[in-house]
């Protein structure tokens, strides 16, 4: 069974930090584009990073340009989202999802998604 698991997220103070994992069971990531996505309660799901294939490739939201950084291991089959200065508006689930793609693009069907993980930033 090809699965997706999401860990790292909790309760964290605004301008604190966290990092999400997301690790491959069932499959190996290296040949897959991961994207990180998060939606927040009456809102819609927004993409907030992407890492292709090679991982020579990452994009990001603007709300989250600068203070996110995504990275992958494939030795690990595990790809990560380190958060930094996080506010009270990261508040949501974080879901990855993966494609078998070779660079990020605005897919709509992603092929295989999370469960997803609760962060919230609130003092």
């Known amino acids: 069974q090809l699965q997706l698991v999401e860990s790292g997220g909790g309760l964290v103070q605004p301008g604190g930090s966290l990092r999400l994992s997301c690790a491959a069971s069932?499959?190996?990531?290296?040949?897959?584009?991961i994207g990180w996505f998060r939606q927040a309660p009456g809102k819609e799901r927004e993409r907030v990073s992407c890492?292709?294939?090679?991982?020579?490739?990452?994009n990001y939201a603007d709300s989250v340009k600068g203070r996110f950084t995504i990275s992958r291991d494939n030795a690990k089959n595990t790809v990560y989202l380190q958060m930094n200065s996080l506010k009270a508006e990261d508040t949501a689930v974080y879901y990855c999802?993966?494609?078998?793609?070779?660079?990020?693009?605005?897919?709509?069907?992603?092929?295989?998604w999370g469960q997803g993980t609760q962060v919230t930033v609130s003092s």
């Open positions: 999802a993966a494609i078998l793609r070779y660079a990020c693009s605005n897919y709509v069907e992603w092929g295989i």
């Open positions: 069932g499959f190996t990531l290296d040949y897959y584009v």
């Open positions: 890492i292709s294939r090679s991982g020579g490739s990452t």
